[in-house]
């Protein structure tokens, strides 16, 4: 299990699935001579994208970033159109770390479509539950109305069914909260109206989480975003202001997707000086 410090702050990714998504849809209008000469793709032009939690622990805080994709959440038809190669059981990687479901105390999403959501909630027998009983999940109040109330164009990536066994635990905010002195979660838009990034700051150490404005390494130039990307000139103006911060001031980025890295850091040129590999 691969793991990171920044600063007190301690970061491991859980395994819990990885989905296969058309390359064209994930890099939008760049042509594909071009990104495929940074990311790997399959003869259909599906690129393989993780979906692998990141439990952060601070200031005795078992944080959960993203949701995963969960287990035997997908049927056949899904597993067909989103590519689906394998679930996770998340369970199985909290043992690993002396943790239970029980033991998370926060889940934090930058947002709640279905690769990022849907292993929120379990099943029971043929009842859905709650995957983790105990937890604040926390999202933006724009992330949250979509989520109950989604556009023609979003309905596809929000699910019933993974929101509502835990609307109860769900809390919101408007621009930006701290869930412990080290963690921060902030509201930026762009891949979706409602999406957030999260920062993670200890001992003069800096890290950040950009959720799916990067969702892999190749996408670190600005002007590369998906088609999914209900806001895309957000998503670069973003992209543009914490890309030139990670390189001015040492910051590490935290993936989610990728299948290569789990973090990386840049040098000024954008060169990655500094990365941990994903060991699968």
């Not at 209008?29 to 071009?34: E, G, I, Q």
Request: with cysteine; aromatic share 8%.
């Amino acid at each position: 299990m691969e793991e990171l410090s920044v600063g007190n702050i301690k970061l491991n990714w859980l395994k819990n699935g990885v989905t296969n998504l058309d390359g064209g849809a994930m890099f939008g209008v760049v042509p594909k001579k071009l990104w495929s000469n940074k990311y790997p793709n399959d003869e259909e032009n599906r690129i393989p994208q993780r979906c692998d939690p990141i439990l952060v622990q601070s200031n005795q805080k078992n944080i959960l970033i993203e949701g995963g994709i969960g287990k035997g959440k997908f049927n056949e038809k899904q597993k067909k159109i989103f590519g689906l190669i394998e679930d996770g059981d998340i369970e199985e990687s909290l043992k690993e770390l002396g943790l239970s479901l029980k033991d998370i105390d926060i889940v934090a999403c930058t947002h709640m479509h279905y690769d990022h959501f849907t292993g929120i909630s379990r099943y029971s027998g043929k009842e859905l539950i709650p995957t983790f009983p105990n937890a604040e999940i926390f999202t933006s109040s724009l992330e949250w109305q979509e989520t109950k109330e989604p556009t023609d164009r979003s309905k596809n990536s929000y699910w019933e069914e993974n929101w509502k066994p835990v609307m109860h635990q769900v809390k919101t905010f408007e621009n930006e909260l701290e869930l412990t002195p080290e963690v921060k979660i902030i509201h930026t838009g762009g891949h979706c109206q409602g999406h957030c990034i999260l920062t993670f700051e200890s001992e003069g150490e800096k890290a950040v989480h950009l959720g799916d404005l990067l969702p892999t390494h190749a996408h670190l130039n600005p002007l590369w975003v998906m088609a999914y990307d209900d806001y895309p000139m957000r998503s670069i103006e973003v992209k543009k202001e914490w890309i030139s911060k990670v390189k001015k001031e040492d910051w590490w980025v935290v993936l989610y997707h990728d299948n290569l890295y789990r973090a990386l850091k840049l040098n000024e040129e954008g060169e990655i000086t500094e990365k941990i590999n994903t060991n699968l």
